[in-house]
Nanobody, 124 residues
C-alpha cells in the first residue's frame, strides 16, 4: 500500500524559507514521478513542482521557478521541496503526489496517490 506523508509546513514571514518533505512508502521510486501541488482557500489545486525519479527531470510552475527546488533522497525514500523567498501568495495547503503511469507531470489528474497535505502560511 502506497503512503505519502508530508511534513515541514508552518508559518513564515515573507522572504523566508521552508523545507517540505514527503516520506513515501510502498512504491519503487525509480519508476515514479513525484509532484508537489498546492491549494489556497477558494482556489483550485495547482501544480508547483515535479521530478521524474528515473531520470531526474524537474518541472516547475512559472510562479515558483527560481525560488523552489525539488529533490529526492533515495536513502530516506523522500521527495523534498525547498521553498525560498516565500511570498504571501505562496500560502496554501501543499500536497505531495505520486504518479506510477508516467503521465503529464503538471496535471493533477495524472497522479495516483496523494498525501494528506501540510499547511504553509506566509505572512506579509
Amino acid at each position: 500500500q502506497v503512503q505519502l506523508v508530508e511534513s515541514g509546513g508552518g508559518l513564515v514571514q515573507a522572504g523566508g524559507s521552508l523545507r517540505l518533505s514527503c516520506a513515501a512508502s510502498g512504491l519503487t521510486f525509480t519508476r515514479w514521478t513525484m509532484g508537489w501541488f498546492r491549494q489556497a482557500p477558494g482556489k483550485e489545486r495547482e501544480f508547483v513542482a515535479a521530478i521524474e525519479w528515473r531520470n531526474g527531470d524537474r518541472y516547475y510552475a512559472d510562479s515558483v521557478q527560481g525560488r523552489f527546488i525539488i529533490t529526492t533522497d533515495n536513502v530516506k525514500n523522500s521527495v523534498d521541496l525547498q521553498m525560498n523567498s516565500l511570498k504571501p501568495e505562496d500560502t496554501a495547503v501543499y500536497y505531495c503526489a505520486a504518479d506510477y503511469r508516467g503521465g503529464t507531470p503538471r496535471v493533477a489528474g495524472e497522479y495516483d496517490y496523494w498525501g494528506q497535505g501540510t499547511q504553509v502560511t506566509v505572512s506579509s
